[in-house]
């Protein structure tokens, strides 16, 4: 099996000089997807062979990338990670001159990189957070108004419940005789329901209440 061939790519965009190594079988392919991964045009995007990470992806890759002096934001408090430390200003570019801060030894998970242990299981613990209101809205707005069709549960609000001290799941369904899209707010005791359909939700809904224990 052939391994993966590794390309620098570069590009200048409205966010400063940025730069990653990605996979790809030709020049052009890897240019394409550097466009893609900067959000910018491909005639701006710079790119060069770089056989040391041919076949290294993931955890592998990122480590690296560390080893050769490259800068990663720490994917929970932002702070730029180098192998040796960490850079001493938070609001600077990742791709900046080198770290001046002593730091906890940094880890990688998934390729995504930690400035820390805390950093990390705090990651995590947002992100088990996050599924389960995202499973747990679904479930509680189907019991809630069974017969919905539920079209998107991907949102979340940015935010906590003032009450229950945490992420709240957002759902969008459509439910019998409605035109449109329903939101609800997980806990909320509001929904969101278009004009034109004011009248067949409260047709829909309000022999429900009556079920509610």
């Not at 990122?62 to 990663?72: D, I, P």
């Not at 900046?96 to 400035?115: A, E, I, M, Q």
């Amino acid at each position: 099996m052939t391994a993966l061939r590794a390309w620098k790519v570069s590009a200048e965009v409205d966010d400063g000089d940025m730069e990653t190594i990605l996979h790809a079988g030709s020049a052009d392919a890897a240019r394409q997807r550097g466009a893609w991964e900067f959000n910018t045009d491909e005639e701006v995007v710079a790119v060069k062979r770089y056989p040391r990470f041919d076949g290294l992806v993931g955890n592998a890759l990122t480590y690296a990338m560390l080893a050769l002096g490259w800068g990663f934001p720490c994917n929970k408090c932002g702070r730029v990670v180098y192998d040796s430390g960490l850079e001493e200003d938070d609001d600077s570019d990742w791709e900046s001159d080198g770290p001046s801060l002593p730091s906890p030894r940094h880890l990688v998970r998934h390729g995504d990189v930690y400035c820390s242990s805390e950093c990390c299981i705090a990651r995590l613990r947002e992100l088990r957070s996050y599924r389960e209101n995202q499973w747990g809205v679904v479930a509680d707005a189907v019991q809630r108004w069974p017969g919905i069709e539920i079209t998107d549960s991907s949102g979340l609000t940015f935010g906590k419940d003032a009450h229950r001290n945490q992420v709240v799941g957002r759902v969008e369904f459509r439910f019998p005789g409605g035109r449109g899209s329903v939101s609800w707010c997980r806990y909320s005791p509001h929904v969101n329901v278009q004009a034109r359909d004011v009248e067949a939700w409260e047709a829909f809904a309000v022999p429900l209440r009556s079920l509610e224990p």
